[in-house]
Nanobody, 122 residues
Framework: QVQLVESGGGLAQPGGSLRLACAAS????????MSWARQAPGKGLEWVGG????????NYADSVQGRFTISRDNAKNTVYLQMNSLRLEDTAVYYC???????????????WGQGTQVTVSS
């Protein structure tokens, strides 16, 4: 069955870095675009960024542009979120998700992981 398992969260200081990973199983990972989203305490879910199924393109929310990088290793069925220059407002639960697209059109499926906590504090 489909599983997405996030890991790598924890405590970081402002200006520090963390690398999150999301391990996928139960579907053809290389056929799926992958995204990261986050939810800060008391706030709604915010899209962070996404990556094409083959890793050829990425895009990001303005709030993380230039600081966060999404990558993937299809041989390992894993997508990553490298977070640099962390800020207090990056504190949130981070989730990965997958979906099927063709030429930017959503085709179906909406798989989500359980999330991993990232806390940025001085």
């Amino acid at each position: 069955q489909v599983q997405l398992v996030e890991s790598g969260g924890g405590l970081a200081q402002p200006g520090g870095s963390l690398r999150l990973a999301c391990a996928a199983s139960g579907f053809i990972f290389s056929s799926y675009a992958m995204s990261w989203a986050r939810q800060a305490p008391g706030k709604g879910l915010e899209w962070v960024g996404g990556i094409y199924n083959d890793g050829s393109r990425t895009n990001y929310a303005d709030s993380v542009q230039g600081r966060f990088t999404i990558s993937r290793d299809n041989a390992k069925n894993t997508v990553y979120l490298q977070m640099n220059s962390l800020r207090l407002e990056d504190t949130a639960v981070y989730y990965c998700n997958g979906g099927r697209y063709y030429s930017g059109t959503y085709l179906g499926d909406d798989y989500w992981g359980q999330g991993t906590q990232v806390t940025v504090s001085s």
